[in-house]
């Protein structure tokens, strides 16, 4: 009768692959964080380079209009505005999902601010005449927003993004009582 052997060689070799299998897997969390940070950082910066590229466009637009530009010129850039606008607003959705909730409402509200200034007044009407203040006011909203934004990124470090997420989607997460801190 033949007894199998007691060795336990093969216990040694299980530790070692649950430890790669554990590295590989906490490795590849923190790449998708990385990414998901790094895309949001972008999204960041990009929607800042096309807020002063509307800013720019909407205050040139209100300085020379009803000047000697041609009416076709004239609805060109009104149509570029709104196009631009409608990027941002699409864009403003994917940076509040990563800021925290109070910070959503005074975003909104300078975006709101922004967007009339842009396009409010007598835009797109055919008796437009320049107005250089509302150009002024353009760039003084644009600059605004922009400065609320950043700040408010900053301030959702991210690390604190992940909790926001989570928090969002607790079942628990609004309390009955304020004054209970758990």
């Given at each position: 009768?033949?007894?199998?052997?007691?060795?336990?060689?093969?216990?040694?070799?299980?530790?070692?692959?649950?430890?790669?299998?554990?590295?590989?897997?906490?490795?590849?969390?923190?790449?998708?964080?990385?990414?998901?940070?790094?895309?949001?950082?972008?999204?960041?910066?990009?929607?800042?380079?096309?807020?002063?590229?509307?800013?720019?466009?909407?205050?040139?637009?209100?300085?020379?209009?009803?000047?000697?530009?041609?009416?076709?010129q004239e609805r060109t850039s009104e149509a570029r505005i709104l196009?631009?606008?409608?990027?941002?607003?699409?864009?403003?959705?994917?940076?509040?999902?990563?800021?925290?909730?109070?910070?959503?409402?005074?975003?909104?509200?300078?975006?709101?601010?922004?967007?009339?200034?842009?396009?409010?007044?007598?835009?797109?009407?055919?008796?437009?005449?320049?107005?250089?203040?509302?150009?002024?006011?353009?760039?003084?909203?644009?600059?605004?927003?922009?400065?609320?934004?950043?700040?408010?990124?900053?301030?959702?470090?991210?690390?604190?993004?992940?909790?926001?997420?989570?928090?969002?989607?607790?079942?628990?997460?609004?309390?009955?009582?304020?004054e209970h801190h758990w």
């Amino acid at each position: 009768m033949v007894v199998p052997s007691r060795d336990p060689g093969w216990l040694f070799v299980l530790p070692a692959l649950l430890g790669v299998l554990g590295g590989a897997l906490s490795s590849a969390v923190l790449r998708l964080w990385q990414y998901r940070r790094d895309h949001w950082s972008e999204t960041i910066v990009w929607f800042c380079e096309r807020l002063e590229t509307q800013a720019d466009m909407a205050a040139d637009y209100w300085c020379t209009r009803g000047s000697t530009k041609k009416k076709s010129q004239e609805r060109t850039s009104e149509a570029r505005i709104l196009g631009m606008q409608a990027r941002l607003d699409g864009l403003i959705e994917i940076i509040l999902e990563g800021m925290r909730d109070d910070h959503h409402q005074p975003i909104r509200e300078a975006l709101s601010k922004f967007r009339d200034s842009v396009s409010g007044g007598t835009f797109q009407s055919a008796t437009g005449v320049s107005d250089p203040d509302r150009a002024r006011q353009v760039q003084d909203d644009a600059a605004e927003l922009e400065v609320l934004i950043r700040r408010y990124a900053a301030e959702a470090r991210p690390e604190r993004q992940l909790f926001w997420r989570i928090k969002r989607r607790l079942p628990f997460q609004k309390r009955v009582n304020p004054e209970h801190h758990w």
